[in-house]
């Protein structure tokens, strides 16, 4: 090998170097496989709150898609590292010229090569690959936030699931008790109808209202496995899995807890919300693009190389003139703007303009958090109102109820009044059932909001 060669090999090693250790670092902490994996646990023969949670959080496709989405970012972070790289290429030309009339001593017929390796790196550009690689960092941070609220609305989700089969679960549960009253005060009727002491018409008022709470059972049933059927599609478990709800049973100070002041679950949240925070980094990224823009102001340097040798027939041999005519290049480049029809003043102006979006977009965020934080403390409050005032009216209409049994056996009272205070009974253990739960996931989204956690017994 001869000087030559040595020089230009060394020349573009020098060119390349330097930032060979940029391109091979590694910000991923995630795979691919972890798009397409498996799931990460038994399926559970009862499910609890945290099993729901457990499962959803490690096998939902929205997190999956986020994961996705994470690596894709990370491939715009390796690009806008590869912007501080060199480009080398090899170019070749094979040319045939024919000359009709040569001159004395001359070919008519000339073949001719050129044979180049040519390298140029941008030293400066007004830091431009810098901004941008800040820009892409700040982007992969906000798909890991967008993971997390995926993750925020999974969890309220799952609850507002959980609670309703809970809430179904009980319904099961009165209506079977309620279609056992009927069915005892069918019974009876029965035999008061026998012994003549009321009549058939009473007797088939009486039976009716047995059927309608037979219905109000198969209906609540079908409620109870809607309701494990939309806790499924959140769970994604497919219309074939047989899904059993552990039981769960929730004191009276899970409905009267007392609830921290309403503008402090407002900072809290505030200041971890997801999404919330994705907009705080909008207002970097919104920075680094008028930086990006401005630098359409600045000059630019670059640095380029090569190597080429050429060969054209009727002269030397191939490899004496491939080794005569190699030769060696490097030069620096310095560009300049000076006018550019304003389209660098325009691009700025859009980035400054751009930077308001920031602004609008945390009001509107708060303005939403705002209303959301004020709605669940409305609904929170009247629920608990509701349930307080519907503990004494279930007692009122449990004595009601009891005392027009007893009127009517002795036969004070006619079928009407007695079906009534029976459907009052139901109404008012309904409506004490709802406003329960309606309390009970009120408090406990509340309670997500001021301390990230949600927790069902």
């Known amino acids: 090998m001869n000087f030559k060669t040595s020089y230009s090999i060394l020349f573009l090693s020098a060119l390349l170097s330097p930032f060979h250790s940029i391109a091979q670092d590694s910000l991923q902490t995630i795979s691919a496989g972890d798009v397409t994996a498996n799931p990460e646990m038994q399926l559970p023969d009862s499910w609890t709150f945290n099993d729901c949670i457990n499962w959803a959080t490690a096998n939902s496709t929205d ?103 809970m809430y179904a679960g009980e319904a099961v549960t009165i209506a079977e008790q309620t279609l056992e009253v009927s069915t005892s005060q069918t019974e009876r009727a029965r035999r008061l109808m026998e012994s003549g002491r009321t009549s058939k018409v009473d007797y088939a008022q009486i039976e009716s209202q047995k059927a309608q709470d037979s219905y109000n059972l198969v209906q609540a049933k079908n409620n109870y496995e809607s309701a494990k059927m939309n806790l499924k599609k959140i769970l994604e478990l497919g219309i074939n899995y047989n899904l059993n709800i552990a039981d769960v049973s929730f004191p009276d100070t899970d409905v009267l807890t007392i609830l921290p002041p309403m503008s402090e679950v407002y900072d809290i949240a505030a200041a971890w919300l997801p999404g919330i925070k994705s907009n705080e980094l909008n207002k970097e990224i919104y920075a680094n693009d008028v930086k990006i823009a401005k630098a359409g102001n600045l000059p630019s340097i670059s640095l380029t190389g090569g190597l080429g040798t050429s060969y054209t027939s009727g002269g030397e041999g191939w490899g004496n003139q491939m080794g005569h005519n190699f030769g060696e290049r490097v030069g620096l480049n310095l560009s300049i703007p000076i006018y550019d029809g304003n389209s660098t003043k325009r691009a700025v102006a859009k980035a400054k303009l751009a930077q308001l979006e920031y602004d609008l977009t945390k009001k509107n965020l708060l303005d939403d958090l705002s209303q959301t934080i004020e709605s669940l403390y409305i609904d929170a409050n009247n629920a608990r109102a509701k349930y307080t005032s519907g503990l004494t009216q279930l007692e009122a209409t449990q004595l009601t109820d009891d005392l027009t049994n007893r009127q009517f056996e002795l036969g004070l009272v006619n079928p009407i009044e007695l079906l009534t205070a029976h459907n009052n009974l139901l109404n008012a253990k309904l409506e004490l059932l709802q406003s329960k739960y309606m309390a009970i996931l009120a408090n406990k989204t509340i309670n997500y909001y001021a301390t990230q956690e949600v927790a069902v017994p």
């Open 63 to 165: 997190i999956r898609r986020t994961i996705l989405n994470i690596l894709q970012a990370d491939q715009d972070i390796y690009s806008a590292k590869d912007a501080w790289l060199p480009t080398v290429g090899f170019s070749t030309s094979q040319s045939f010229n024919n000359y009709p009339s040569p001159a004395n001593n001359r070919n008519g017929n000339v073949y001719g090569s050129t044979y180049d390796i040519n390298a140029n790196w941008t030293i400066w550009e007004g830091n431009v690959r810098k901004y941008r690689l800040e820009s892409s960092k700040i982007l992969r941070r906000q798909q890991q936030l967008a993971g997390d609220d995926v993750i925020k609305t999974l969890k309220l989700g799952i609850l507002q699931a959980y609670l309703n089969i």
